[in-house]
């Protein structure tokens, strides 16, 4: 099987003067009510067959896919998905955060779900094409958070009923252009922990970004709400003591005496590449990143003796959000700081970076247009 770069050609565009650009810019539809409720004009297309590898690459209108209903991922979840966001800056330039790490992690997906790698190379060129094709739908940048939030995909694409990896596969990356996760602003939200249901076991897929996952999590999630709480923090399957994530962020503790804590990655949990961006900004903020097994017991005991005086939960579509309070079926416990000083100070950072308030001394964020 020959293996060759794929192009993703984008549609012909007009040749357009600078004015022409900037009115489509400011012509960009909406933002819809909720977040990802919307999505932008293309796509980003590739199939996959064991016998020929990759293919078919292209940009192309939105529209939606023909399924068969015997379509091998609707009985047996064999699919993978990555967020990521393109920002444009002040000067009206359009910039991508880490899309080599999202890339890698991709390809860490698709092997656990037993899909097919697609070249990073070939990842980041789907992408790139993809925001510089629909660069009109990135907000403004002086409409606070607002950016276009990118959904690769990749599923199986073969009609049969039997319980084997699939032969022909379907790759594709969708737009929508997104406000703030929390649509009333950044502020405190109550966490449910439970101690019952689990998202992800030892030896499972907890480490891939799979649909099932998410789909584990929406019973809790749903009891959550029932109880005035936002999001659910999960415990370890075995033991049910050792926190892993919320349903889908990543959670982290600042102490009194300048430690960021979070769980250590043990398989049943997603490598976050906002939660990698925090710990190494850690270093420039004067904390002392530490990844370590955390015990809810041992959190509710430092709560209660403030040596635990923030938390907040991490990810790309909620970038970093306050965490007030833990709540389970023994009572609440508020945090002494629920919206402390260095959970601001790190939002702030990662967001002054991403959209290019700031230099990016890290070389994370990359120029598309």
């Known amino acids: 099987m020959t293996t060759m770069t794929l192009s993703f050609a984008a549609p012909d565009r007009p040749h357009w003067s600078d004015q022409e650009r900037i009115d489509e810019i400011h012509a960009a539809p909406k933002i819809g009510q909720h977040f990802g409720e919307q999505v932008s004009d293309h796509m980003a297309v590739a199939d996959w067959t064991v016998s020929n590898g990759w293919s078919g690459d292209a940009i192309t209108d939105y529209q939606p896919l023909a399924v068969n209903p015997a379509n091998a991922v609707l009985h047996y979840a064999q699919e993978i998905f990555e967020g990521l966001k393109a920002y444009r800056h002040a000067d009206g330039s359009v910039w991508l955060f880490r899309p080599d790490e999202n890339a890698r992690r991709f390809n860490a997906s698709a092997t656990r779900l037993a899909l097919p790698h697609l070249p990073e190379e070939d990842f980041l060129t789907a992408v790139r094409q993809l925001v510089a094709t629909d660069a009109r739908w990135v907000p403004d940048p002086g409409s606070g958070e607002k950016s ?8 199986a694409n073969d009609d049969f009923l039997g319980v084997a990896p699939a032969g022909k596969v379907r790759f594709a990356i969708l737009g929508s252009p997104v406000g703030a996760y929390f649509s009333d602003g950044v502020r405190a939200v109550d966490i449910w922990v439970e101690r019952h249901e689990v998202r992800a076991v030892p030896g499972g897929t907890g480490a ?9 999590s929406l019973t809790a999630q749903l009891a959550a709400q029932d109880r005035g709480c936002a999001q659910v923090l999960f415990l370890d399957a075995v033991e049910h003591t050792w926190i892993e994530e919320l349903g889908g962020m990543n959670f982290m503790a600042v102490t009194s005496d300048g430690r960021l804590l979070t769980p250590e990655l043990t398989g049943s949990i997603l490598s976050g590449i906002t939660r990698k961006s925090i710990l190494r900004l850690a270093h420039d903020l004067d904390l002392v990143p530490v990844e370590r097994r955390i015990s809810i017991d041992e959190l509710h005991d430092a709560v209660r003796a403030g040596t635990v005086q923030e938390a907040f939960a991490c990810g790309t579509a909620a970038v970093v959000t306050p965490i007030g309070a833990l709540v389970d079926e023994n009572g609440r416990f508020e945090l002494p700081s629920p919206i402390g000083e260095v959970t601001m100070t790190i939002r702030q950072r990662l967001l002054d970076i991403q959209f290019g308030r700031v230099e990016d001394p890290y070389g994370w964020t990359q120029q598309v247009c």
Do not use: D, E, S
């Open 148 to 155: 276009l939030y990118l959904r690769p995909v990749m599923f």
């Open 208 to 216: 891939a970004k799979c649909g099932g996952n998410y789909a584990a």
